[in-house]
């Protein structure tokens, strides 16, 4: 009987072993790659934010355009939202509410506040 709980000790500490070294040195490394992916995307994210918000103060409309709808297609929400009042508005692109309606709503679909409050303002006025 003893050699069978010795058996089985030695088969769950060669387990216990196999698994971690598993787990060491196959999962940690990707998830490490996975997050590093993650956060520089991010910063791109941002800097192409900025560089549309400072195209749109200076009256450069096309450029900001340029630098937000890229964005906005991969899912940002403030891209999302800018392109949104600017076919609200007409600035820069023709004036259309149904392009409106539609970037709004996704800004909104992510949460985005200013997205939800602009696109009740479109359900208020029957536009949405």
């Known amino acids: 009987m003893y050699k069978i709980y010795l058996l089985v000790g030695f088969a769950l500490q060669f387990f216990h072993y196999f ?18 992916q993650m956060l520089f995307s991010t910063n791109t994210w ?3 934010l900025k560089k549309g918000a400072t195209a749109y103060k200076d009256g450069d409309y096309a450029a900001a355009l340029r630098e937000w709808k890229p964005l906005a297609f991969q899912g940002n ?15 820069g692109v023709p004036q259309d509410d149904g392009a409106a309606y539609k970037w709004f709503k996704k800004a909104a679909e992510q949460g985005l506040t ?8 479109l359900y208020m006025r029957g536009l949405g």
Request: with cysteine; aromatic share 18%.
């Open 19 to 36: 698994c971690h070294y598993i787990f060491m040195k196959r999962i940690i490394p990707f998830v490490a790659i996975c997050i590093f």
């Open 46 to 48: 941002c800097a192409d």
């Open 77 to 91: 929400a403030k891209a999302q939202f800018f392109l949104g009042n600017m076919y609200y508005k007409g600035i």
């Open 114 to 121: 200013r997205a939800q409050n602009n696109l009740g303002t």
